[in-house]
């Protein structure tokens, strides 16, 4: 998701006539290297606060580096150090070729970085975060290193593109809330309900059409990016799974691979779907018009 972030933020330059492939390049490896480190410091926080140990839920559907004993705190450190090294020579080297805002928006990646996991994810601001990065922060930001201003259409577009990952985080949140609640991590499903978060959910998904109809009647983009509504027909399906609670044990023809995650799981299948389209919309609209 930060490789397509920051694609589409490149993409917004080349059809704005802005486009340089050294300074993209060089944002497409900072964000990636940030994400890196930013998925590094999440596994040792909730490690060292204790959340990951006694097979929490994140242990039950993906490797853990220190819980799994994949490597040791020194070699993790190391580790770390690289990619958190990487990420801050390259956006060094952008404050220098772009300067502006450029220093800003890295503070703000930083902050995201470092705060992420404790206090924002435990105080029900996690989910709010990942959508200001991976919307206005990674593809608004990466415009404004190539173009040298802030695009206002190119915000609105990302927003789009980031409720995607904002809505399987959400739904993952809502999947684990019982183990969060009982770990004293204050998600947002946790602060409002499972029932509240559903609807949420489905808002988010909602908004994601209704923005691209949006940009389309106000003359930001052309009526390609309408080809998202070709997905309009798998809604029911999703909207159907949403109206439940999560069921307490797998479903007979339900992927094993794919338990303990529900809500997310389909979540995900949406918002690839909806994003495979979306990012076809958004090339024709620069290649056509």
Request: proline share 4%.
């Amino acid at each position: 998701m930060t490789f397509t972030a920051a694609m589409l933020g490149g993409l917004m330059a080349w059809r704005a006539g802005v486009f340089q492939w050294d300074l993209w390049l060089a944002t497409v490896l900072g964000l990636m290297f940030a994400h890196a480190t930013n998925n590094l410091l999440n596994d040792y926080t909730d490690s060292r606060r204790g959340i990951d140990k006694e097979n929490y839920y994140r242990n039950q559907y993906g490797v853990h580096v220190l819980e799994d004993g994949l490597m040791s705190e020194r070699q993790f450190w190391r580790y770390l150090g690289v990619t958190a090294g990487i990420a801050l020579l390259l956006g060094g080297w952008l404050i220098l070729q772009r300067g502006g805002l450029t220093l800003e928006l890295m503070l703000a990646g930083a902050f995201f970085v470092l705060f992420y996991t404790w206090p924002l994810k435990y105080y029900g601001l996690g989910e709010p975060a990942v959508l200001l990065v991976w919307g206005p922060l990674m593809v608004g930001g990466s415009f404004y290193v190539m173009a040298g201003y802030w695009s206002w259409d190119v915000t609105w577009l990302s927003l789009v593109f980031a409720l995607g990952p904002t809505t399987v985080l959400f739904g993952k949140h809502i999947d684990k809330l019982e183990a969060d609640k009982s770990k004293g991590v204050n998600t947002l499903p946790v602060i409002l309900g499972e029932h509240r978060s559903r609807r949420w959910v489905l808002a988010m998904i909602g908004a994601q059409y209704a923005l691209c109809v949006t940009l389309v009647v106000a003359g930001s983009f052309s009526w390609a990016l309408l080809l998202v509504l070709v997905n309009l027909p798998k809604l029911p399906e999703l909207f159907k799974v949403y109206q439940h609670p999560k069921p307490a044990d797998r479903p007979g023809k339900y992927p094993e691979e794919a338990w303990p995650l529900w809500f997310s799981a389909y979540a995900f299948r949406h918002t690839r779907k909806f994003t495979s389209l979306f990012l076809v919309g958004v090339v024709l609209d620069t290649l056509l018009f």
